[in-house]
Structure formats: C-alpha cells, structure tokens
C-alpha cells in the first residue's frame, strides 16, 4: 500500500497537552516537517520559551534548550556562536517574545544572528490565564482589561515583523496564519525558507504566525479561526516583509 500521508519524524510520539483548536499542534507539524525535509534533524538545536509552548521540548524530535521568560534569544545567541555548523531556532509566543524578551529579539536581530525564530502571536497571555498582551487587539477583552484594551491607557498593539523588518540584520521577515489549507501552506513555505537563510549564513531570520487561543478568547474551536481572520488579519496583515534576494 502506498503511503501518502504519515506523521513526521520532526515530532516525538508524545501527546501534546494543548487546548482543543489550539494551533500550536500545527505549527509544530509544519517546523518539523521542514527540519525533516532539510535533512537538520540531527544537528537542530531548538530553544523553547516560557508560556504554553514552554514544554515544546517534549515534542520537537531534536535537541532542545529551556529559557528564562522572553530570553530565548540571548541563550540561542549562545548556542549558535558555540556551535555555528549546527541549526538553531527559538519557539516563542507574544508574551514571552513581544513584552518581557522584546530587547532581546531586537538585539539579537540587530547584530544578524544567524538563527531562525518562530514567533506564535494569539494575541494574549495563554498559560497564565488570558491576560492582555503586548499584541492584544483594541477592544480585546483580556482578564486584566475586562472592558477591553484601551487605546488611551495601553496604546495600540505592537506590530513585531513591521518593526523588526526595519533592522538591517534581520534578514528575512514573514508574517504567516494557520487558519486555514492554504496558509498552512504558506506557513509552511514561509518557515522553510527561513530556516534556508539560515543555513546559507545570511543572518536573522523570523515568521511571525497568526495563531489561535479558543480558551481564552472565550469561543469554540471552529470559531477561533474565523474569528482570526476577521479580527487579527486586518490589524496583522500577512505577508513578506524582507528578503534576501529583493535587497531589502
């Protein structure tokens, strides 16, 4: 019998403890993939963050490293200056990257270390209860903004690849989703050749990946992914904001 589909060897057998229509599972699936199709299982250190993918060690088929909250790019900083042949990536959500590690990733960018993040932004704080986040939407309630973020007290959402997109290290910039068949495929193109940068030595190299939280957002499953798309999209828009081969 022909194979057509089968699980990939970038992932371990263990289960993973996400929420039901939780995106997460799928972002893991397409990093894996990618690391299995570039044939780096072998020499793939990943660093994982604080926050619901805090234990991501359990799950990506490779060598992994666990960081302080938001420091995930000071220790892969480390890990690839000590072992440059190898590959080597940080797994963040929006809490960790975009509040308490938003000096490191700038840094880290800045002075073009040659690693590849992957940059989960759902908007709110997941594991600790669902408080607002540095990309929490306007008017999106959070349990620590129950009326919903006020422009005036919080000012407006950060937009992390626009901004990183700026700096000349950062080398190649994407914003992806996974809300549906067709950008999962782009996701999963969009992480490859990130990753791609990085193997050719180019420099930093991010994706940013519309991702969903049913539990806190306080919707179904099926709801979350529309309500990505109407409402984190238009503020997010998806697309490549830098690349090697435009010269930007």
Known sequence: MTVVFKKTEGLTEKQTHYCPGC??????????????ELGVLGK?????????????????????????????????????????????????????????????????????????TIF?????????????????LVGQKATTAPQGRQEELAGKPIRMAEMLATIDGAVFVERVSVHDIPNIRKAKKAIKKAFEVQLEGKGFGIVEVLSTCPTNWGVTA????????????PYYPLGNFRTPEEGK
Not at 70 to 79: H, L, M
Not at 120 to 136: C, D, E, K, L, R
Request: net charge negative.
């Open 222 to 233: 099926p709801e979350a992914m529309v309500w990505l798309k109407e409402n984190l999209i």
């Open 120 to 136: 989960v932004n759902n908007a709110i704080y997941g594991m600790t209860g669902g408080q607002m986040s540095p990309t929490t």
């Open 23 to 36: 995106t997460h599972g799928i972002i893991h699936r397409l990093v894996g993939e990618v690391l299995e």
């Open 44 to 116: 793939t250190i990943g660093v994982a963050p604080v926050g619901c993918s805090v234990l991501a060690y359990d799950y990506f088929n490779c060598d992994m490293s666990e960081a302080a909250h938001g420091r995930a790019p000071a220790v892969a900083t480390g890990i690839k200056r000590v072992l440059p042949e190898n590959v080597v990536f940080t797994y963040q959500g929006d809490g960790d990257l975009a509040s308490i590690g938003t000096a490191e990733i700038v840094h880290a960018a800045h002075r073009g270390e040659k690693f590849t």
